[in-house]
């Protein structure tokens, strides 16, 4: 199976901050990296996919980069409503794997 | 908008079949470019796939390795929906259970979750 690692586990930031979470493969999964986030008691939402696409209806502050193994997400001046947890996800092969999620907090 | 809604039992017993349904708006369950999939979430776990059916001329399926000896997951072209069944459930499967459509690769549509809980 492909491990997917993600960091930090866990992120405190403010309102108007850049922050970057990156998401690691244990092998090359070219581009087939796409992020997630998950608010308490809600299915995950897709952000991006293919690694850079933005999903339609997604704001632009949110954007994805990487190819082989290595991969991020960058959002560029946090809001209140993006405080919630991201996923990476690898659709390169199965098994489908996940990161173990980056918890996005208030500082 | 593809809409999916799920439906099946929130309480399991142990030794017996989880089974939940997800029902597809929007799109169609024979669609030659979707996939049906089946995911849950539990704090031990995460994110688990643990499947997928999907049509291409004709039916296939995909199962995680860790639940390979105990999962169906099956169409019903009829009523234009996807099922789960897990055989044999422990305390280990409680978590909560997704389905989800994926378009291309990704997991475009999620339906509302349920929680599932096996206990005596």
């Known amino acids: 199976d492909i491990q997917m690692t993600q960091s930090p586990s866990s992120l405190s930031a403010s309102v108007g901050d850049r922050v970057t979470i990156t998401c690691r493969a244990s092998?090359?999964?070219?581009?087939?990296l796409n992020w997630y986030q998950q608010k308490p008691g809600k299915a995950p939402n897709l952000l991006i996919h293919?690694?850079?696409s933005l999903q339609s209806g997604v704001p632009a502050r949110f954007s994805g980069s990487g190819s082989g193994t290595d991969f991020t997400l960058t959002i560029s001046s946090l809001q209140p409503e993006d405080f919630a947890t991201y996923y990476c996800?690898?659709?390169?092969?199965?098994?489908?794997?996940f990161g173990q999620g980056t918890r996005l907090e208030i500082k | 908008q593809v809409q999916l809604q799920q439906s099946g039992p929130g309480l399991v017993k142990p030794s017996q079949t989880l089974s939940l349904t997800c029902a597809i708006s929007?799109?169609?369950?024979?669609?030659?470019?979707?996939?049906w999939n089946w995911i849950r979430q539990s704090p031990s776990r995460g994110l688990e796939w643990l499947g997928r059916?999907?049509?291409?001329?004709?039916?296939?399926?995909d199962y995680a390795l860790s639940v390979k000896s105990r999962i169906t997951i099956n169409p019903d072209t009829s009523k234009n929906q996807f099922s789960l069944q897990l055989n044999s459930v422990t305390p280990e499967d409680t978590a909560v259970y997704y389905c989800?459509?994926?378009?291309?690769?990704?997991?475009?549509?999620w339906g509302q979750g349920t929680l599932v809980t096996v206990s005596s």
């Open positions: 989800a459509g994926s378009v291309d690769t990704e997991f475009d549509y």
């Open positions: 929007g799109d169609s369950v024979s669609s030659n470019s979707a996939a």
């Open positions: 059916t999907y049509y291409r001329s004709k039916w296939y399926n």
């Open positions: 092998q090359s999964i070219s581009g087939y």
């Open positions: 996800h690898q659709s390169y092969t199965t098994p489908i794997t």
């Open positions: 293919s690694a850079s």
